[in-house]
C-alpha cells in the first residue's frame, strides 16, 4: 500500500499488491490491483501473469 499511494502510476506496485492481497485471500483488492496494472502497462512484463490472475479472481469476487 506505500508503494501504490507513494507513486499510484508506477505498474510495479499495483502488481504487488495484487500478489500480497491474493495471498492474504483479499480477492477482491487482489483483482483491483492486477487490473491497475494493466490499466498502466497492458504490455507490461507480468502482463500476461496479471490478466491470468484477473480473469480467475473475477469469477470468484463476482460469484
Not at 499495483?14 to 494493466?38: D, F, H, I, P, T
Request: glycine letters at 6%; charged letters at 25%.
Amino acid at each position: 500500500d506505500k508503494c501504490v499511494g507513494a507513486d499510484p502510476s508506477q505498474a510495479n506496485c499495483w502488481m504487488v499488491l495484487a500478489v500480497v492481497e491474493q495471498q492474504n485471500e483479499n480477492l477482491a483488492r487482489a483483482l483491483e490491483g492486477y487490473q491497475k496494472y494493466l490499466e498502466i502497462a497492458p504490455d507490461g512484463r507480468y502482463a500476461k501473469s496479471a490478466k491470468k490472475q484477473a480473469q480467475r479472481l473475477e469469477s470468484k469476487v463476482q460469484g
